[in-house]
């Protein structure tokens, strides 16, 4: 569906009578933001992702608000306001732990969507006031960004399911692009000229296989064809960026579903690289088998609301050339440990090119794998001593990956598993660690020789 050139034509109102939204499955917050902007004598609707999850039956993970108010009106409306986004300003209005994001209505041609998160908490710039078109040197398609109408707001969202509008004025629904239609046949539709938006914002190739592997939508042929041939413009994103698109595909409870996506379509090349290269030698080996159990693994704990992180994916993701790099330096007599950390440190730098990963994240995950060699360690006190380390947990817990993907032997990870679960003094016979006099671990309680050896008397002058 193409935007028209001459304003958009007018909705197709679905009545309340004949959708399944109301009022109960919104958030209270939501609600009150809602009533408080109609109460004022503006436009106020319900948005994007909320009002498609609740069409089809999924509970909406958060609750976004479209407006004809600007930015400063609603700071005006509500104390809790605060005004983010230095290119595109939005509002967020707290309510205890909870975060309604208002957002004004936008010209059509606006390239970013309200929910894309290309927002930060900086103080607002004022949004240009014209509407200036161009591209870059690299092919994509940049406008600058003004407020416009809710009939202009529908033509810069992303897909024709996230473009439903519910108006709290009546509960109907505002369906522009055959939104309606697309959601109950579970098609996943760009709005305009796939090439187009595509060029606008190649991140839209991201969302439609996120979207794809949450929702379980079809991609359709016209929105699918040109991401092939396309894929190269993720090139030129930020690296940040994609490390916010990398979470949002990795970390929501379904991983392994969008890394396959990510394969089908060509893109992975373009978020991993040497991952997708030593893929490509070895479709079904050792690695292929760590990534797909360590997404599994991951999309459990999501489901299961237990903590994960994206250190641990990544060391998933990136452990074949990590591995491989390892090897050479192994080869030329590097000890294991070293190894490992400085293979880690130069794929990650290489990494850094298209997924940029903060140091909070790759200094653990060097740390994990290298202490891997250390699990081999099964005898005496410091085999004990290892299992209070900062790091044991979550490198035992990679050991385990390893081993159930074959690229460690079971025997190794089933022996640190008994030992974690054996009362003290069994632990040290099982590594053969004497206890002291004390019934302390030898060696506990003696006094450490200072450095510089054995201390020497002052001279006397005979000598």
């Given at each position: 569906m193409n935007q028209p050139n001459d304003g958009a034509p007018a909705p197709v109102i679905v009545a309340r009578a004949d959708h399944p939204l109301s009022?109960?499955?919104i958030s209270t917050s939501a609600l009150k933001v809602l009533y408080q902007l109609k109460d004022a004598g503006y436009q106020a609707f319900l948005v994007g992702g909320c009002v498609r999850d609740i069409v089809i039956g999924m509970e909406p993970k958060d609750f976004d608000v479209a407006t004809n108010a600007s930015p400063e009106e609603v700071r005006r409306l509500f104390r809790s306001c605060r005004l983010i986004g230095r290119r595109f300003r939005l509002a967020h209005v707290r309510f205890g732990h909870q975060i309604v994001e208002v957002a004004t209505f936008r010209a059509a041609g606006d390239p970013i969507e309200p929910d894309a998160d290309d927002t930060d908490d900086e103080p607002a710039e004022e949004p240009p006031s014209d509407d200036r078109v161009h591209d870059d040197d690299?092919?994509?398609l940049l406008r600058d960004n003004r407020y416009g109408t809710v009939d202009q707001d529908v033509w810069r969202r992303d897909f024709t399911c996230n473009?439903?509008?519910?108006?709290?004025?009546d509960f109907s629904i505002w369906d522009y692009v055959g939104g309606v239609a697309d959601v109950k046949s579970r098609t996943l539709r760009l709005i305009g000229d796939p090439e187009t938006r595509y060029r606008e914002d190649p991140v839209r190739m991201l969302r439609a296989i996120r979207f794809q592997a949450k929702l379980g939508f079809s991609i359709h042929e016209g929105t699918r064809e040109p991401i092939a041939r396309l894929a190269s413009l993720l090139e030129q994103i930020p690296p940040a960026r994609l490390l916010d698109e990398f979470q949002k595909l990795f970390l929501a409870g379904f991983g392994q579903r969008s890394f396959e996506l990510l394969m089908e379509h060509g893109l992975l090349e373009q978020?991993?690289?040497a991952t997708a290269a030593w893929l490509a030698e070895e479709p079904d080996g050792m690695a292929a088998r760590l990534i797909r159990a360590g997404l599994a693994n991951t999309d459990r704990r999501v489901l299961e609301d237990r903590p994960v992180t994206p250190m641990f994916l990544f060391a998933v993701l990136l452990f074949g050339p990590i591995s491989a790099a390892a090897q050479k330096r192994f080869e030329t007599g590097s000890q294991a440990g070293q190894a490992i950390a400085e293979a880690a440190d130069q794929v990650v730098a290489e990494q850094n090119r298209r997924i940029g990963i903060p140091k909070r994240f790759s200094i653990p995950m060097r740390e994990m794998l290298a202490?891997?060699?250390?699990?081999?360690?099964?005898?005496?006190?410091?085999a004990l001593a290892f299992i209070s380390h900062p790091r044991f947990r979550a490198a035992y817990d990679f050991l385990v990956l390893r081993a159930e993907?074959?690229?460690?032997d079971p025997a190794v990870a089933r022996w640190w598993t008994e030992i974690q679960e054996l009362p003290q003094e069994e632990q040290q016979k099982r590594v053969g660690a004497d206890d002291g006099p004390s019934g302390q671990p030898a060696g506990a309680g003696r006094r450490r020789r200072r450095r510089g050896g054995r201390r020497r008397s002052a001279p006397t002058p005979e000598s």
């Open positions: 009022r109960s499955m690299t092919g994509r473009a439903l509008y519910y108006n709290i004025e978020l991993f690289p202490l891997q060699p250390r699990f081999h360690r099964r005898e005496g006190r410091r993907s074959g690229s460690e």
